[in-house]
């Protein structure tokens, strides 16, 4: 026994460590077949599509890009995009900015984090913008707070609805001050369209944090969430540290806060058109409620 401790156990197996490449931690062919990260159902790309993104097991959302929600949700051949060659300069000097933001420009193939335009739900024209967290992971520097401003003043130009879909890391870092300001900006925006009678709707997709949270995403009349979105202003340890707190597993979710007032409904993607074509219905001159 005591001479076990000290003579070498060689039926001890030795423990590599391996770093799984990108391809293999899905599991499965790129572009074939999908595999969910929520329930770890492998399933045909091709129906993950057709279902919206959403697996067909378990209801989790998958990300969508703007151009995915423009498809997903408008009427077909309907959107008109406005401002769409609006760039960003890079006001502060901060090393490389431009470069990753050219780098980015061509992997997502839009020229900045939000994507703006005119379009149609079953009918009912509204003006839109859809935040892409594919593109410097939807942060909000000065282009996009102004498309956003845009958007909103077209919407209030032609007296039709406002719809925001929200996907932002937060203000953008490297443009400083400028980013905060946003908030500011498209808020004031926002106050003078509702006060002029326009309706605004905010859906929050995964994960809307930050200075967007804090602005734009939170103020609509309706402020609406997909299924298990990450939503929240600062992260979770930075706010378990000055609170000297443990916070609830379920924090920041969609649903925690749905159950704590801070969210009018959480909708399933799948029944988003359904749900905003009633909503937009119900607001027009002798529209009826039915939701
Ligand atoms: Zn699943």
Not at 40 to 61: A, P
Request: proline residues 3%.
């Amino acid at each position: 026994m005591l001479k076990e401790l000290f003579t070498k156990n060689t039926n001890k197996k030795k423990k590599y460590a391996t770093i799984p490449t990108e391809a293999a931690k899905s599991d499965v062919p790129e572009g074939i077949m999908t595999k969910c990260p929520s329930c770890k159902t492998i399933m045909y790309t091709k129906e993950l599509n057709k279902n919206l993104k959403v697996c067909l097991h378990c209801d989790f959302h998958f990300s969508m890009n703007a151009k995915e929600r423009i498809v997903s949700f408008l009427d077909e051949g309907s959107f008109e995009e406005i401002n769409e060659n609006m760039v960003s300069d890079n006001p502060l000097n901060f090393p490389d900015y431009l470069e990753k933001v050219e780098k980015d420009r061509l992997k997502t193939k839009i020229n900045e984090a939000v994507v703006t335009g005119c379009g149609s739900v079953n009918g009912n024209k509204i003006a839109l913008a859809i935040m892409d967290s594919t593109f410097r992971m939807g942060s909000m520097g000065s282009v996009v707070g102004e498309k956003i401003t845009r958007a909103i003043e077209k919407a209030d130009e032609l007296s039709i609805p406002f719809i925001i879909f929200t996907a932002s890391g937060g203000a953008r870092m490297q443009e400083g001050v400028l980013s905060l300001m946003q908030m500011a900006k498209t808020s004031v925006a926002l106050k003078r369209f509702s006060d002029n009678g326009g309706l605004i709707i905010s859906i929050m997709t995964h994960p809307t944090t930050g200075g967007v949270s804090a602005s734009f995403a939170s103020l609509g009349d309706y402020n609406f969430a997909e299924p298990g979105a990450l939503i929240g202003f600062a992260g979770r340890r930075v706010i378990e540290q000055s609170i000297r707190e443990e916070l609830p597993e379920d924090f920041q979710t969609a649903e925690f806060l749905l159950k704590h007032g801070q969210l009018d409904a959480i909708i399933s993607r799948t029944d988003l058109v359904e749900k905003i074509t009633n909503l937009l219905e119900i607001h027009q001159p002798g529209g009826e409620l039915e939701w």
